[in-house]
Nanobody, 115 residues
Framework: QVQLVESGGGLVQPGGSLRLSCAASGTIFTIMPMGWYRQAPGKERELVARITSGGITDYADSVKGRFTISRNSAKNTVYLQMNHLKPEDTAVYYC?????????WGQGTQVTVSS
């Protein structure tokens, strides 16, 4: 059964950093493009960053230069390093393949940026 489990969220002050992890079950993820998405209260879910199986990355303009997506295929894990966090980064963060499959959404991990 395919499963994605996000972790690493928390409460951080503006300007701080967090590293999110997404552990994937199933070797299919080693060949799939992966993405990190987020959903803030009252807003639609949006793509934050994506990475191909070959390591090519792409970012939303709002996080470019602050966030870094990476993957470790041996561990079937995708990471999102978030630096210089802003209050507007507050959201539940999810990982999924890209484009996403509805049956792959996990519980997400809450990121709150506040002083």
């Amino acid at each position: 059964q395919v499963q994605l489990v996000e972790s690493g969220g928390g409460l951080v002050q503006p300007g701080g950093s967090l590293r999110l992890s997404c552990a994937a079950s199933g070797t299919i993820f080693t060949i799939m493009p992966m993405g990190w998405y987020r959903q803030a209260p009252g807003k639609e879910r949006e793509l934050v960053a994506r990475i191909t199986s070959g390591g090519i990355t792409d970012y939303a303009d709002s996080v470019k230069g602050r966030f870094t997506i990476s993957r470790n295929s041996a561990k079937n894990t995708v990471y999102l390093q978030m630096n210089h966090l802003k209050p507007e980064d507050t959201a539940v963060y999810y990982c999924n393949i890209h484009p996403p499959r509805i049956d792959y959404w996990g519980q997400g991990t809450q990121v709150t940026v506040s002083s």
